[in-house]
């Protein structure tokens, strides 16, 4: 029940393409679904969210899918650039105590 | 987004020696924190949660004798690695939680590396 389950495990995209990584998760008392992008050595950084009362978010190049029937969402990164390869972890958590559960993580890599 | 700042971002000790990583909140008070482990090209591992002012809550597997967890103000949460061995070393992460909106945020990890 606290799985989020994220594909594919790695992703190669030519520049200017759409990289789509996909979650599902378990929990229906989820209400928070971040997703981050993490560099070699960083921290994860936070990139773009989305509550269960939306369907689709988008921020610049980033667009978050959401079926909350389907318990699944996605990210979308349009134009991809050689600048967006790293490693993205999607998540699931909220505001009712929950532990936030990461995904896998995938990585991006972008040829140029 | 809210602030979060790890601190050293790279260490280096000697076998049997303790570090001690600090973690803070900039620009928001963070009744909770939490310290991940992460391994190369893995998830992010839970290792605990800090709490303001009472004792963290472990992770199942996770040696609180050996993970000193310290919550002890609302912007500051220490990991303090006691008598470290080779195979402690790995990239720890910390994350403060904006309470009313379940908003997680990251700091910038620590490399520690035992010798």
């Given at each position: 029940q606290q799985q989020v389950k994220q594909s594919p495990q790695s992703l190669i995209v030519q520049k200017g393409g759409i990289s789509i990584i996909n979650c599902a998760y378990e929990n229906?008392?989820?209400?928070y679904f971040p997703w981050y992008q993490q560099f070699p050595g960083k921290g994860p950084a936070l990139l773009i969210a989305i509550r269960p009362d939306v369907s689709e978010k988008k921020e610049g190049r980033f667009t978050i899918s959401f079926n909350k029937s389907a318990k699944q969402f996605s990210l979308h990164i349009m134009?991809?650039?050689?600048?967006?390869s790293a490693t993205y972890f999607c998540a699931a958590g909220g505001t009712g105590g929950f532990k936030t559960i990461f995904g896998a993580g995938t990585r991006l890599f972008v040829k140029a | 987004g809210a602030v979060v700042s790890q601190h050293p971002s790279r260490v280096i000790c000697k076998s049997g020696t303790s570090v001690k990583i600090e973690c803070r909140s900039l620009d928001f008070q963070a009744t909770t924190m939490f310290w991940y482990r992460q391994f190369p090209k893995q998830s992010l591992m839970l290792m605990a949660t800090s709490n303001e002012g009472s004792k963290a809550t472990y992770e199942q597997g996770v040696e609180k004798d050996k993970f000193l967890i310290n919550h002890?103000?609302?912007?500051l949460s220490t990991l303090t690695v006691t008598?470290?061995?080779?195979?402690?070393?790995s990239f720890y992460i910390c994350s403060a939680i904006l309470t009313n909106t379940g908003e997680l945020f990251f700091g910038e990890g620590s490399r520690l590396t035992v010798l």
């Amino acid at each position: 029940q606290q799985q989020v389950k994220q594909s594919p495990q790695s992703l190669i995209v030519q520049k200017g393409g759409i990289s789509i990584i996909n979650c599902a998760y378990e929990n229906t008392a989820f209400d928070y679904f971040p997703w981050y992008q993490q560099f070699p050595g960083k921290g994860p950084a936070l990139l773009i969210a989305i509550r269960p009362d939306v369907s689709e978010k988008k921020e610049g190049r980033f667009t978050i899918s959401f079926n909350k029937s389907a318990k699944q969402f996605s990210l979308h990164i349009m134009d991809s650039q050689p600048g967006d390869s790293a490693t993205y972890f999607c998540a699931a958590g909220g505001t009712g105590g929950f532990k936030t559960i990461f995904g896998a993580g995938t990585r991006l890599f972008v040829k140029a | 987004g809210a602030v979060v700042s790890q601190h050293p971002s790279r260490v280096i000790c000697k076998s049997g020696t303790s570090v001690k990583i600090e973690c803070r909140s900039l620009d928001f008070q963070a009744t909770t924190m939490f310290w991940y482990r992460q391994f190369p090209k893995q998830s992010l591992m839970l290792m605990a949660t800090s709490n303001e002012g009472s004792k963290a809550t472990y992770e199942q597997g996770v040696e609180k004798d050996k993970f000193l967890i310290n919550h002890a103000s609302l912007t500051l949460s220490t990991l303090t690695v006691t008598s470290a061995h080779p195979e402690d070393s790995s990239f720890y992460i910390c994350s403060a939680i904006l309470t009313n909106t379940g908003e997680l945020f990251f700091g910038e990890g620590s490399r520690l590396t035992v010798l």
